[in-house]
């Protein structure tokens, strides 16, 4: 059985970190590429990294975000270092075979399997 499983959010200060983890089980990653996406309140769900033969960044993360792959654990990670408060939402987990994606990297129709999403809070 499919699952993707996201942990590792929380209440955190303006300028601290956090590290996300997304757990897959029943594929490999060696196949698939995993993207993480977050959605605030009244927001529309948006692209933050994706891992797949290359990594992806929004704009807006890049340079304090970090995303990796530990292939034996199955598991990728979301490295989050300075944190503000317009990062506060949660954050969810998809997947989508291994390619590369050009600009389609973050339409998050294109990803399946989501997990259930783990809350990021930033403030102080």
């Known amino acids: 059985q499919v699952q993707l499983v996201e942990s590792g959010g929380g209440l955190v200060q303006p300028g601290g970190s956090l590290r996300l983890s997304c757990a897959a089980s029943?594929?490999?990653?060696?196949?698939?590429?995993i993207g993480w996406f977050r959605q605030a309140p009244g927001k529309e769900r948006e692209g933050v990294s994706c891992?797949?033969?290359?990594?992806y960044y929004a704009a807006s993360v890049k340079g304090r975000f970090t995303i990796s792959r530990d292939n034996a654990k199955n598991t990728v990670y979301l490295q989050m270092n300075n944190l503000k408060s317009e990062d506060t939402a949660v954050y969810y987990c998809g997947r989508r075979l291994r390619s590369s994606y050009g600009s389609t990297w973050n339409i998050s129709g294109l990803y399946r399997d989501w997990g259930q999403g783990t809350q990021v809070t930033v403030s102080s």
């Open positions: 891992i797949s033969s290359i990594l």
């Open positions: 029943g594929f490999s990653l060696d196949y698939y590429a």
